[in-house]
């Protein structure tokens, strides 16, 4: 049925305190409407028609609330991460008022997935209504700056909301509570450490774990029961202090507006419609209006939550011509005990119905309430809090997801749906039948479901979840499982059994017929042993399916069976200790969940030294200087700059195919779209289709052949994003497959493709040394790629002047010249003609240098040739497509040693995958192999690397640039070693370590001693011994669970060769009223450049902070500016300042000693007086870096960052789970500028290691597709991911060097420590294996994620699944 254009109602809600009307037509249609097409009648007999009225243009029913309040109200403090619920940037806080109850509900949600016609009655408040700078900053937005919880800022606003709309629930939350209101929010930053910081200035009980386990605080009592750092060593103050906060004060809150209030009591309730161009949207307010509607429009789906709708539409397509969406409708919020149960309303969210279970199992009997336990269990870590808020059960309970959380329980729970229809009610059960859609089984299309009931548990029947997913909080479940069984009271045989699993196939799926056969058996081993067997033939996964993994699940499906089963024997032992015999002791880990008490942390760092000026803020720990400003969402990012007039957008289309020929492109349906300007294509750059920065020129776009999936073809300009999107999908592109398709490293090997020529470097006699040695071992590892996951995507604008040609490009970039560069030459004109701005980046990590080059300059094209602004925003799912990442690695190494864990000779080759274009992949591959020694000495060392060529898109920096691959060959290699040897790791670490003054393969000095202490110190801050006993004696009395420890050292060498390439420069300006504006040639990107550069000048012109001002960077103010990364930012360009600031204050000098009791203003008006500039540019020329490939030596790093980290875990053998029980890192930072910023970047840099050997895993199809494209498939880690406790440690060790008041730049090392939770699990592994008997050698690949974890406990359960022959299936990814 086609959608009425014609009639729609007001749409009335508030924001921030303000109404919102959006007018339908001039007359409020606040009655029911009569819609052609829909027919639907309204109560009161009113009939509105009216023609041709265009008023979707305010109410589009396609419109979500995100793109509202960011384009059409302008509050850009609510940001876009995903678009599709997966990582809190867009967290508002929703407000209704229940006229029944007379309760106001506030929650948090994605303003992503709201359509803005639901929101009729509601207030929305988002960060800008929470406070902000011009009028008062609240609270939550004070402490999360002040307790440096933000770093690029841009999940800030999202993390403010999520905060606040708890605090607006509960003012005084426990810690429990905050952590459980983060699950939903993300960041790439700061690894959570300080936001749960400043969550916790909120809780009643500050300062420890909060853990009330056995009664006992951390405070008193260390993990294990060990004690915590040694004695005399105190922990620093924190970072922040406490006492100048502002006190939470709930009457400062806004109020609910009373104008919605009392519409919600007295105003008649009428069914609205809101018209759009493809959609209508109906929203009835009573049953029998809804059950109307849903007779006029069978097909139309009930929208609640759209947290399932929502996504499809957005993502697979999907138009729905006609949406219902009840309002307030009581019967769908009913709770009510029945005689044999629960029944709860289908409206009713996810969020409220765990809030009911927790009361009901409160109230109820043990034995009553097993499957609400069971079904609070997977609440608790089902999606985010957003997403609870937002989703309802109904809309759950028929979306039926494969991998839904709740259906499996309430499948096997004997639930029964109670339907509705214009027909009248009918009850059908929640049976497998139901869940695979069978038409029998099914809703019938005008049926709609009211509420669901749940049976109470009985005295012998048993209900349990399951669930493993890649991460344990807001991650969709790999495998879920629901099981029950009902035993006989006398003689204990299963009377009934049902057991259905998700993420096992295309819906949830239950094991009925084995549970059939089980009948009647009594509950002991025997039958687990026939359980798993039959469950394995009933449930089968081939080995093609979707989603992959699947040995691990077929594991999981009988693992999970497995505890169940020992579940059930120990409460039937508690409930009849005679009959039932008792599960042995080292079984009982298999129940218990992963350790995970709640986080506390420890920080130490150096106090300033006392003779310090007060004033002089080095050193000091000084909030990020935009800090509050990303609080309170004021902090402007690319996007968030207001349309520029006439302004068009932009969206890539991008190849479908890996390797193939275009045969054809067809671009006039496109064109012929609405909206549309033009299309821009190779044809169109001719002559300028290609740049070369660096060694080889880059393509811009495909013209005959393209070479990877995601490689731009063409670029749709139109009138508007949605314009640009939807014609992007109308060019037809025909392709003629090529052959060979390379997608993995041995592929490119087996072929011969590399990029350039092998890089060498090699030192003493390898060969030789190899004659000489005790044992020889030869190993290859592998280590997968990461993605960047800045959490604002590529974002650009790009606007002709009009004017001699000029244009400015707004870029989120870290590096402005080369965007400069590169859109000048596509545009051919001189570098002066364009300007390039960068006020701050949402994240960068190395991820916006090449292909932000790339995308601005075909941006920059089409806007030059249409004389119209151009904005180019990607999608996330675009963003992780197109740009690529950290390039995965093979490295293969043979190995000389002595039987006593000596090093002699290493040969290793790397082999890195650069995808299909050279990008930075030569430079990453040197470095890599620069870096690979790690902290250890090899005296006889060879490394070849190489660059592979495959079709897969283009890899590129990430934070650490080579190292966190070639580091990590380097440990797992000594890791191989040391259980050769029959030595710890840490033992053969510490024996290979550089010691004292030293020299590095390729002949460069180096002083280790910081190195020696650092790994010292953090033996004695971890209690590494005493924790290590600890271990051992755990792991003896469980055997489903196992604890690993692991100390890894760190060498990281900082430096950018050649000396050029490390220059630096920047502009001081001083005005007459004394007031300083600064720039320099560095990006703020979140680690805290401009800060730095502000402490700088304060120390420098011995002014306040207060003084100076930073706006941005710009290739205006200071040209020729070096990239921001390789941790050098700060340094390079604080050099820079300073030298303009010394060049200041030497002219002023005198001026000064004139008139020492003046002001600023005083000695910069008497200097303007006397004609003294008050102007300076500083410089710094670049470190002396150099390096001889062909000698293999030279001196192409200026310093070491040292360091040493030490992590523990705990694994769950049978799920493949791990939780980082503690992280003690100790760190040499030298003299800290600010403490809190290099805290921050060490801590952030640690936990996106963490995520990249652990858990981030991207996942390409045979055909070379990325599968993992957004949040919801491709997880980084969570608030939940973080150690339970975490010290960090800079240690006391000032050393004079030639850097910025001998400082060290951290931005990248940290990330490498990373790598100590990946060898405590291989610790935890080891443990489990040898107690199995297997003492054979284990490799372990990189990232360790619960698949890899499980699958290397081998045990019964990994034995007893089926196995398919490789071949005889293709595989849904491929480990490239
Ligand atoms: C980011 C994200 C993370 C998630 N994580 C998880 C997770 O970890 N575990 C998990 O299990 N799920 C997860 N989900 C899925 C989520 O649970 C479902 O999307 C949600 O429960 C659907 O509820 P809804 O009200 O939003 O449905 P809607 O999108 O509003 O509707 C979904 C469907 O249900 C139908 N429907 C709704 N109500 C009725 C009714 N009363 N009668 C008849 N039909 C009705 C509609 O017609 C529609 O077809 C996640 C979703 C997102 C977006
Ligand atoms: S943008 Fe909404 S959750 Fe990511
Ligand atoms: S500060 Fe959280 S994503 Fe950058």
Known sequence: MAASRDVAAQLLFYVNGRKRNQFACPGLMLAQAYQRGCHIFSQLGLLFFLPEKVVEKNVDPETMLLPYLRKNLRFTGTKDGCGGGGCGACTVMLSRYN?????????????????????????????????????????????????????????????????????????????????????????????????????????????????????????????????????????????????????????????????????????????????????????????????????????????????????????????HPVIISPDRIEELSVVKHTHNGLTLGAGLSLAEVKDILADVIQKLPEEKTRIYRALLKHLGTLAGSQIRNMASLGGHIVSRHLDSDLNPLLAVGNCTLNLLSKGGE?????????????????????????????????????????????????????????????????????????????GVGPTTVCATHSCQQLLGRPWNEEMLDAACRLILREVCIPGSAPGGKVEYRRTLIISFLFKFYLEVSQILK?????????????????VEECHSPLPWSMLQYQSVDPRQLPQDPVGHPIMHLSGIKHATGEAIYCDDMPAVDQELFLTFVTSSRAHAKIMCMDL????????????????????????????????????????????????????????????????????????????????????????????????GNVDEAFKMVDQILEGEVHMGGQEHFYMETQSMLVVPKGEDQEVDVYVSTQFPKYVQAIVASTLKVPAHKVMCHVRRVGGAFGGKVMKTGILAAITAFAANKLGRAVRCVLERGE???????????????????????????????????????????VFVIEAGILKLDNAYKFPNLRCRGRVCKTNLPSNTALRGFGFPQTGFITEACITEVAAKCGLSPEKVRMINMYKGLDQTPYNQQIDARNLSQCWRECMALSSYSARKAAVEKFNAKNSWKKR??????????????????????????????????????????????????????????????????????????????????????????????????????????PIISKNPRGTWKDWARAAFGESISLSATGYFRGYELNMDWEKGTGHPFEYFVYGAACSEVEIDCLTGDHKNIRTDIVMDAGCSINPALDIGQIEGAFIQGMGLYTLEELNYSPQGVLRTRGPNRYKIPAVGDIPTALHISLLPSPENSNTLYSSKGLGESGLFLGCSVFFAIHDALRAARQERGQFGPLKLHSPLTPEKIRMACEDRFTNMIPKDEPGSYIPWNVPV
């Open 99 to 319: 006229p029944i109850t007379k309760k106001i509900r506030h929650y948090p949600a994605n303003a992503c997935l709201i359509p803005i016609c639901s929101l009729y009655g509601a207030a929305v408040t988002t960060v800008e209504g929470v406070g902000s700078t011009s009028t008062r900053i609240h609270p939550v937005q004070e402490r999360i700056a002040k307790c440096h919880g933000t770093q690029c800022g841009f999940c800030t606003p999202g993390m403010v909301m999520s905060i606040y709309a708890l605090l607006r629930n509960h003012p005084e939350p426990s810690l429990a509570q905050c952590i459980d209101a983060l699950s939903g929010n993300l960041c790439r930053c700061n690894g959570y450490r300080p936001i749960i910081d400043a969550c916790k200035t909120f809780c009643k009980n500050t300062g420890c774990c909060q853990c009330q386990e056995n009664a006992v605080c951390c405070l008193d009592q260390e993990i294990n029961g060990l004690p915590g750092p040694e004695e005399g060593r105190k922990a620093h103050p924190k970072l922040f202090s406490e006492e100048e906060f502002l006190p939470l004060d709930a009457s400062q809150e806004l109020i609910f507006p009373p104008e919605l209030m009392i519409i919600a009591e007295k105003e008649p309730q009428r069914t609205r419609v809101y018209g759009g161009e493809r959609m209508t949207w109906i929203s009835p307010v009573t049953l029998k209006e809804l059950l109307e509607a849903k007779v006029k429009n069978p097909q139309a789906p009930i929208v609640m939550g759209n947290t399932s709708v929502g996504p499809e539409v957005k993502f697979k397509g999907i138009v």
């Open 426 to 502: 009918r009850q059908i059960p929640l049976t497998e039948q139901f869940l695979q859609k069978c038409p029998k089984a099914d809703l019938r299309p005008e049926e709609i479901l009211v509420s669901v009931n749940i049976p109470y548990s009985r005295k012998w029947e048993f209900v349990s979840a399951f669930r493993q997913a890649q991460r344990q909080q807001n991650a969709l479940a790999i495998v879920n499982s629901g099981m029950r069984v009902f035993l006989g009271e006398r003689d204990g045989l299963v009377r009934e059994l049902s057991i259905s699993y998700g």
């Open 574 to 590: 508690r409930m009849d200790p005679v009959l039932y015999p008792s599960i042995a002791d080292t079984d009982k880990s298999a």
């Open 668 to 763: 006039s349906a496109a064109l012929s779209m609405p909206g549309v300007v033009d299309i821009v294509t190779a044809e169109d750059l001719h002559g300028v289709n290609s740049f070369c920065f660096w060694t080889e020129a880059e393509k811009l776009l495909a013209r005959d052949e393209v070479l990877c999936v995601g490689q731009l073809v063409c670029a749709v300009i139109a009138e508007s994003k949605v314009h640009a999107q939807q014609a992007a999908k109308r060019v037809k592109i025909v392709y003629q497959d090529l052959e060979p398709l390379i997608l993995t490293i041995e592929e490119a090997i087996q072929h011969n493709s590399f990029f350039e020529s092998e890089r060498k470097l090699e030192c």
């Open 879 to 921: 963003d992780m497509l197109i740009t690529g990442g950290r390039h995965p690695y093979l490295g293969k190494y043979r190995v000389g040693f002595m039987t006593d864990g000596r090093i002699v000779a290493l040969d290793v080759e790397h082999y890195s995958n650069g995808g299909a274009s050279l990008d930075k992949s």
């Open 1044 to 1149: 690993g420890l692991a100390v890894v050292p760190l060498k990281y060498p900082v430096g950018v060769g050649p000396v050029a390439a490390c220059q630096a420069a920047a502009l001081v300006h001083i005005y007459q009223d004394g007031s300083v504006l600064v720039t320099h040639g560095g990006v703020e990107m979140g680690q805290g450049v401009h800060t730095k550069m502000i402490q700088v000048v304060s120390r420098e012109l011995r002014m306040p902070m207060s003084n100076v001002h930073l706006r941005g960077t710009s290739t205006e103010t200071v040209p020729n500016t070096s990239v921001s990364g390789g941790s050098l930012a700060a340094d390079i360009n604080g050099l820079a300042v300073q030298n303009a600031c010394q060049t200041l204050w030497k002219r002023l000098e």
